[in-house]
């Protein structure tokens, strides 16, 4: 099932008895999330018709008790390599022995990626999208990256567009092992015939920025391709170490900076001066133990944040968004507001949607309800299913 494209309902759905209801729209309750207590929405063809006080909701076709609990927008995953074969077990298992991370591990997958058939790709696509949607993720973007060939990263492109439309061509996530000593030559290669294969597949054009997979010419210059077949840009951007990622991303108008773990006060400055999201993956530290972003740093210096799982075989292998906002608020900085805010309105923000990670009249009705009062849950009682009902386009999913 798709996780991102229409999967609305015709009738007209009452959720009521929601004892905290965060909307995202300050104007429609208290605090930056918006919260309503004793609330309720409306939902018809797919889109919130409704919202405010149990006790003034109009009626409707079908009606849903959320019996106290709380209600948040779907969370929107706006970095994620789901399209991939093989497994990385050993690779985490050194690394947990002390073997510090690097990227050219990303080559294991690779192998494995072109080997595997299109029905073993899209099957643990599929599985990976459902393992999301049941913990409450109703938007995914999803790259490429792992075939690094013409031919298998168009068909990555493919596969992933059968489950959303947030479609990202990362054919720069490292050189191929064929041009590993002729980088020029593969990077020739993503800018012209693997970038005229994939751009009719995708919306998005990324570039693993770092030492060991782009430098920052070679990231321009395969952005500044990608921009000119009409993708727009996102960077994995200054995660192992300090580079120009940051400020490329906010030079091209970039819509994220992805990553954004080793930040200067001019790249701090940049992003906070910018429409470029800072998208934070904690997973991956968490999976490297590596350090964590400063996101009390960016969110305290004006920048808008989205966290986001990451999710890939080698360096952050979760689909978890509830994972990834209780790491945010134990180790980063971030209060529970922020990090779910950054976890549905901040990741529609980095994907440039205005119809998901809200729960206002005319969006779409991607909501969740959790198995607890109140969104704080979520870091509260980390590493605890709370997620108990979810509705993409107004039908439940989960």
């Known amino acids: 099932m798709s996780a991102t494209g229409s999967t609305g309902s015709t009738g007209s759905i ?13 104007a429609l309750g208290t605090g930056p999330l918006g919260i309503l207590h004793d609330a309720a929405v409306v939902v018809a063809d797919g889109r919130i018709a409704w919202v405010g006080p149990a006790d003034t909701a109009p009626d409707a076709d079908t009606r849903h008790d959320a019996q106290g609990r709380a209600v948040i927008p779907g969370f929107v995953d706006s970095h994620a390599h789901l399209v991939f074969a093989g497994d990385r077990t050993a690779e985490f298992a050194a690394r947990m022995a002390g073997q510090a991370y690097a990227a050219g591990g990303i080559r294991t997958t690779v192998a494995a990626t072109r080997a595997a058939s299109d029905a073993e790709l899209a099957a643990n696509l599929d599985r990976l999208v459902g393992e999301a949607a049941r913990q409450g993720t109703t938007v995914l973007e999803c790259k490429s990256g792992y075939g690094l060939t013409v031919e298998d990263e168009a068909r990555a492109l ?33 800018t012209g015939p693997m970038l005229d294969a994939c751009a009719p597949h995708a919306r998005w054009v990324d570039v693993f920025c770092e030492r060991g997979a782009f430098d920052g010419d070679q990231a321009r210059a395969i952005l500044t391709a990608g921009k000119k077949r009409g993708l727009v840009p996102r960077v994995h951007a200054n995660q192992l170490r300090h580079g120009p990622g940051v400020q490329l991303a906010v030079e091209l108008g970039a819509a994220s900076a992805d990553h954004c773990t080793h930040l200067d006060a001019a790249d701090v400055a940049a992003l906070a001066s910018s429409d470029t999201v800072a998208t934070l993956l904690p997973g991956a530290e968490f999976s490297t133990r590596a350090a964590y972003p400063d996101a009390r740093r960016l969110i305290d210096a004006g920048a808008t944040v989205a966290l986001s799982t990451d999710c890939n075989p080698g360096s952050s292998f979760t689909t978890s968004m509830p994972f990834c906002i209780a790491i945010a ?3 980063m900085g971030m209060t529970p507001d922020e990090a779910v805010w950054s976890a549905t309105a901040g990741g529609a923000a980095a994907l440039r949607r205005t119809d998901v990670g809200r729960i206002v009249p005319g969006v779409r009705a991607d909501l969740v309800e959790l198995d607890a009062p109140s969104h704080v849950h979520l870091a509260y009682r980390p590493g605890v299913p709370l997620v108990r009902t979810v509705w993409r386009g107004g039908a439940a999913v989960a």
């Open 14 to 26: 009452l959720i009521t008895g929601i004892g905290s209801l965060v909307t995202n729209e300050p």
């Open 158 to 190: 493919r596969l992933a567009s059968a489950v959303t439309d947030e479609v990202t061509y990362l054919g720069a996530h490292v050189v191929a092992p064929e041009y590993a000593d002729d980088p020029g030559g593969y990077v020739d290669l993503v």
């Open 329 to 331: 608020v134990r180790e």
